[in-house]
């Protein structure tokens, strides 16, 4: 890249990093939060946006969003695909313990906004359905059918699979999880390099 292509590619970051960042503290302070809150993670300006419903326990522990099982599942499966850690971010729907799904939506559309990911994989019928409800601009519903890339917008494609949290303890339901998350593999081999 050019000196000012890297500029302002830097300044996008930290855009971005900061635009998280507020999202978080606000996350955090919102009523009911009480320390029972988790934040997504990784890079604000992922490709991939890994989106799931709810947290597990380890995860309101942390406070962060795929810490413990879901997550290592998560790095290993994307390692075999040979996708950039780097460019992943994963969240939940419901970042409270015990707020509702609408008062939730806000803070996704907040985050799908910041992080701009071309893909979104959608781990789960209650994250997809929640996804749909967000009515985000200019979307198209997405779908039920698992494994098979679909348009959510114009820029953003969707990927939906099992929910990553059900699939871990039988080994059917990590094949099932498998054979729809595999799909993401090819899509990430045809995206141009910057």
């Known amino acids: 890249m050019s000196g000012a292509a890297d500029d302002i590619a830097e300044r996008y970051l930290k855009k971005a990093i900061a635009e998280i960042n507020e999202l978080g503290t606000e996350i955090s302070r919102a009523p009911g939060a009480d320390g029972a809150h988790v934040l ?7 490709d991939v946006l890994m989106l799931k419903h709810r947290p597990q326990q380890a995860e309101l522990q942390e406070g962060v969003a795929y810490f413990g099982r879901a997550g290592q599942a998560i790095l290993k499966s994307i390692q075999r695909l040979r996708i950039d850690p780097m460019a992943i971010y994963g969240t939940t729907v419901l970042k409270i313990a015990g707020e509702s799904e609408e008062d939730a939506l806000g803070w996704l559309a907040r985050e799908l906004h910041i992080v701009q990911a071309k893909m979104i994989v959608i781990m789960g019928e209650d994250a997809r359905r929640c ?3 967000l009515q985000f601009p200019l979307s198209s519903p997405v779908k039920a ?11 953003i494609s969707a990927l ?6 059900e699939s ?7 094949r099932d999880f498998w054979e729809a998350f595999k799909a993401l593999g090819p899509w990430w081999a045809e995206l141009p390099p910057y």
């Open 160 to 165: 939906v699979t099992p929910c990553i949290d």
């Open 40 to 46: 997504g993670s990784g890079n604000p300006q992922a």
């Open 131 to 133: 996804l749909n409800a």
């Open 168 to 174: 871990l303890n039988e080994q059917d339901a990590k």
């Open 145 to 155: 059918t698992l494994g098979e890339i679909q348009p959510f917008t114009a820029t």
